[in-house]
């Protein structure tokens, strides 16, 4: 799986197949801004027209209220005039008389004062009737009655009265009335006034406006109206509107779209404000009453304001700022493509990653899963509550159920034979480590290991539970550990386990104070029945020997086969030394019987010493070597008697004596040889090597074999200097074939425990190799299973060094100590030695087929080659092959042989035959 960032160029071709986040993101955010424009500008150009508006609706109320001061100031000064022409007795003389003559002689100077102080252009004397007495401005006019709200209202209060009016000619006025009293008598009517329109007028200039003064035509009278307007030189067009006319105008002329509006709205009670373009320039209008005096609505002043340079400012400022809004948003727009377009790149790289690593997860994933499948042990995941998360096949094939079935259950309500959770498992769930242990379920033995598994934080996520099924290797192991405590032929115990018991039997007796008594039983001349009636009788002699020993003896005691003719009693819990006595009586007598063999009578006695503790030791060793002692003695003494051991035995019997002072002068003498034996690959057929057997050249006794002095040599402590010179001579005549050219081979050569246990046995070998010049790989030691048994600790630290100097190192005699794949496993060792005792039983024995079968599976299970000893027929050597058993020894294919003997086989290089046809089994000798 690669983890590198793929290139710009893939991550871009990449972006093109993905959805772009641009399109996604940009197009929305495109039209947020545009919609945002849009209600910008919208909103300041309707905010701005509405401020318009509303300036001009400020600007008509001041121009109200300015125009209203205005009139209320002229009505002041009219009442003010009023007040002096009243005191003219000479004017109220000529109104009482009717003199028309003095008062339009008096009257008019003051008209002209007054028009040209005030601007007043009316003024009327009436007499009490209200009739006019004498119209001073011209055109002079009498005889008319004034029924004018002002005129009206003096009449009625007898007080003065002013207002606006809508003047005979169709023009508003404002006047003034006031009653005129002589002598406490009404006497008529003074009516001063003035056109207001001037005052209007200036009013609208002030204001920059236009205006249009409209007058309901109910108020007047058409012919005075035209006739007015002509006089005051206006356009009069009495049709013009159905409900009103001009009384004056500001605009050149009215144009069409104005004239509509006037129509429609001025008789509207409330008329709207509106806009209009009158000659392609924008105005704003409002209509706004025009009271009487008695407040009656007499027309409406159209007022209008060109707003046209107003809104073309307002209108390039919006464009302006649209413009900036436009820029602002088209730069937004830019700045974030090119985030979005940064971030797209991004995540089409990331997504890649992610591609990629989902990928080689689903590879490992469904890799894990087929190993998971493929383990042949059952496998299964578990929750903290023990219910089965995932489950291998093997566990389906155990359960016979599918994964649906069992997946959230507790396991040991889906695991056949099982009650309930297993101890180790809840111990591991507790504590939090990893715990193993064995378990018996429908007849079969599981090894099942616990293992907690908690993520990075320390906190507990399943458990991996592994149940290994150890039922072959069990009973493989118990078969083994039979053959190793028991004699093969009578099924008594061997000498382990007997040594075991008498140690247990010693602890007991030792805390009860009670005695144990050890009898070596050896029997007399059996060598003469062996070699006189053939090995096949002496078995038969041996097997109901020891039913009858077994038959003197008490439940509790044990009866063991030490080899050969040689079985050791150990009577437990005796009270009495007569109580051994007694026994060994028994035994003598039991066997003074004749055995009857295949219709013959045999006759055989035995030897019998013993040893009592703790008179004669405290401990299995001295015990055993003294009660051997004692059966030598009982031997001297004629045999077929039972001999106690005393102080006096404990003298080496002068024949081992001797034995011993001639081994210690042996190798100074040059009397040892080394024999070889070759050992053949059962593949090729070849000699791959051989086994150094030491050999003793007696000038007396001839050729001694290694059985009779190895076992003095290692009690003596001579086996030290012995064993290096066999190291020695071994890689020396290793070397020498080499030089001589013949092909190189893998020189054995044999150890003894006692041996084992020097500190400095790996120099030794490194300085035997040097000397000789010899690689490490040709040399290898045998070393059997109880020398390295005796303590496993220090045994796995020699072989260590030992391996570590480059040698091969064979377990010798396999099968007969206490073998326990155990030591295979601690132990650094490349060969195993399957024991000579099982090769002799392939063809008869099916128990030893079988375990020179299982041993050599276990033994390639675990990595380590498988040597067959003592193969003396084509059938063992067939039946070896076929279990694919490495290599094989004995006289089959050779003898031990002197060095020169083994150097011309070695040289004839003749290939043993590949397959050999079955023969019957040969004699060895
Ligand atoms: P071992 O190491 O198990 O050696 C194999 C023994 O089996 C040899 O007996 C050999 O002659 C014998 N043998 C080989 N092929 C056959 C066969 O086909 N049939 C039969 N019946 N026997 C066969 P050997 O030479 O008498 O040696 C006996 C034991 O003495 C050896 O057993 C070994 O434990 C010990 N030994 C021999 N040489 C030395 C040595 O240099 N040092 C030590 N410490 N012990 C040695
Ligand atoms: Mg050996
Ligand atoms: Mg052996």
Redesign the pocket.
């Known amino acids: 799986m690669s983890s590198a960032i793929p290139p710009a160029g893939e991550a871009q071709s990449l972006k093109a197949r993905d959805v772009g986040l641009k399109a996604q993101m940009l197009l929305p955010l495109g039209v947020v801004l545009a919609l945002l424009l849009v209600a910008f500008v919208a909103t300041f150009y309707l905010e701005e027209k509405e401020h318009l508006a509303e300036e001009f609706r400020r600007d008509l109320k001041v121009m109200q209220e300015f125009h209203a001061e205005i009139l209320g100031e002229k009505t002041r000064e009219l009442a003010a005039e009023a007040r002096m022409l009243l005191r003219d007795a000479r004017l109220a003389g000529a109104l009482a008389a009717r003199d028309r003559a003095t008062l339009a002689r008096l009257g008019r100077p003051y008209l002209e004062e007054m028009k040209a102080g005030f601007g007043f252009t009316h003024l009327y004397f009436l007499d009490p009737e209200r009739v006019i007495v004498l119209r001073a401005h011209l055109p002079d006019w009498q005889g008319d009655r004034v029924v004018r709200q002002t005129a009206l209202e003096a009449e009625r209060t007898l007080k003065p009265a002013s207002g606006t009016e809508v003047g005979p000619a169709g023009t508003l006025t404002l006047r003034h009335v006031t009653p005129w009293h002589r002598d406490g008598r009404l006497i008529g009517y003074l009516e001063i006034g003035m056109d207001i329109e001037r005052l209007l007028v200036h009013a609208l200039e002030a204001f920059k406006v236009e205006a249009v003064a409209l007058l309901g035509k109910e108020h007047l009278e058409r012919a005075d109206w035209e006739r007015g307007m002509r006089m005051l030189g206006r356009a009069a067009d009495w049709e013009q509107f159905e409900a009103c006319a001009t009384a004056f105008q500001t605009l050149p002329e009215i144009a069409s779209g104005l004239r509509e509006r006037i129509a429609s709205q001025c008789r509207d009670p409330d008329p709207a404000s509106f806009e209009i373009a009158l000659d392609g320039r924008n105005h704003y209008g409002s209509f706004i009453p025009l009271p009487d005096a008695r407040s009656r609505e007499v027309g409406k002043l159209l007022v209008l304001r060109d707003v046209s340079e107003l809104q073309r400012d307002f209108n390039a400022v919006l464009a302006r700022l649209a413009l900036a809004s436009v820029a602002v948003g088209l730069i937004l727009f830019a700045v974030f493509y090119y985030i979005l377009d940064g971030i797209e790149r991004q995540l089409a790289r990331k997504r890649l990653l992610l591609r990629e690593s989902r990928g080689a997860l689903e590879q490992a994933q469904r890799e894990w899963v087929t190993a998971f499948d493929a383990v042949q042990d059952v496998v299964f995941l578990h929750d903290r509550e023990l219910c089965v998360m995932r489950a291998n096949r093997a566990y389906l094939e155990h359960a016979g159920k599918s994964l649906k079935e069992i997946v959230g259950r507790p396991y040991w309500e889906t695991f056949p034979g099982m009650r309930g959770p297993m101890p180790g498992c809840l111990h591991a769930l507790h504590e939090g480590t990893s715990d193993e242990e064995e378990l018996a379920l429908e007849g079969r033995i599981f090894l099942c290991r616990n293992y907690p598994v908690s993520g990075a934080g320390g906190e507990y996520l399943y458990s991996l539970h592994i149940m290994q099924d150890i039922t072959e290797r069990k009973r493989y192991e118990a078969e083994l550990h039979h053959r190793a405590t028991h004699d093969g032929l009578t099924g008594l115990p061997n000498r382990y386990l007997l040594t075991d018991r008498l140690e247990q039997a010693l602890v007991h007796a030792s805390r009860a104070g009670r005695h144990v008594a050890v009898l070596v039983l050896d029997l007399d001349r059996f060598k003469t029945v062996n070699d006189g009636l053939g090995h096949g009788t002496g078995d038969q002699v041996l097997k109901q020997i020891a039913a009858r020993l077994a038959r003197c003896l008490r439940e509790g005691d044990t009866l063991a086969r030490f080899g050969g003719d040689e079985f050791v009693a150990v009577l437990v819990d005796v009270a009495r030394l007569d109580d051994v006595a007694l026994v060994g009586q028994k035994i003598l007598r039991a066997l003074a019987h004749p055995l009857s063999i295949d219709g013959q009578e045999l006759v055989t006695t035995t030897s019998i010493g013993a040893a009592v503790y703790p008179r004669d030791g405290g401990d299995a060793e001295t015990l055993l070597r003294h009660a051997d002692i004692a059966m030598y003695r009982a031997k001297e003494r004629g045999r077929d008697n039972l001999q106690f051991y005393t102080q006096e035995m404990n003298v080496r019997t002068r024949e081992s004596f001797e034995i011993e002072t001639e081994l210690r002068r042996a190798l100074e003498r040059e009397e040892f040889l080394l ?1 070889y ?1 070759p050992q053949v690959d059962l593949l090729s057929g070849r000699i791959t090597g051989a ?4 050999r003793w050249r007696h000038p007396a006794r001839g050729m001694v ?3 009779r002095f ?1 076992p003095l040599a290692e009690e003596t402590g001579l ?1 030290a200097p ?2 290096e010179w ?1 190291l020695d001579s071994a890689c020396e005549q290793a070397r020498r074939w080499q030089d001589e050219g013949l092909p190189p081979i893998r020189i054995a ?4 425990a006692r ?1 084992l246990r020097q500190s400095h046995l790996a120099r030794l070998v490194r300085q035997a190799l040097w000397v000789n010049g010899l690689e490490a790989r040709y040399l290898e030691l ?1 070393l ?1 299973e109880s020398a390295v048994t005796h303590d496993p600790e220090e045994a796995a630290a020699r072989l260590r060094e030992l391996s570590a100097t480059g040698v091969g190192i064979a377990l ?2 396999f099968g007969t100590g206490y073998s326990s794949l155990n030591h295979l496993k601690r132990f650094p060792i490349s060969r195993l030695k399957i024991d ?1 005792s099982f090769v002799r039983g392939i063809a008869a024995n099916l128990d030893d087929a079988a375990i020179v079968s299982a041993t050599v599976a276990m033994a390639h299970g675990l990595g380590i080659e498988v040597i067959a ?4 027929t084509g059938e063992q050597l067939n039946y070896l092959r076929q279990r694919h058993c490495d290599q094989a ?4 294919f050779s ?2 042989l002197p060095a020169g003997e083994f150097a011309a086989l070695l040289l004839r290089g003749e290939p043993l035959p590949p397959t050999v046809e079955a023969q019957p089994s040969q004699q ?1 000798g």
């Open positions: 024999y034996q086994e150094a057997l030491i074999p290694p059985d190895i086996i012995i064993g066999v050569i044999n150890l003894s041996q045998e059997t010798d005699d000579r000893e003592g193969v003396e020894q004995g006289y089959y003898r031990p060895s």
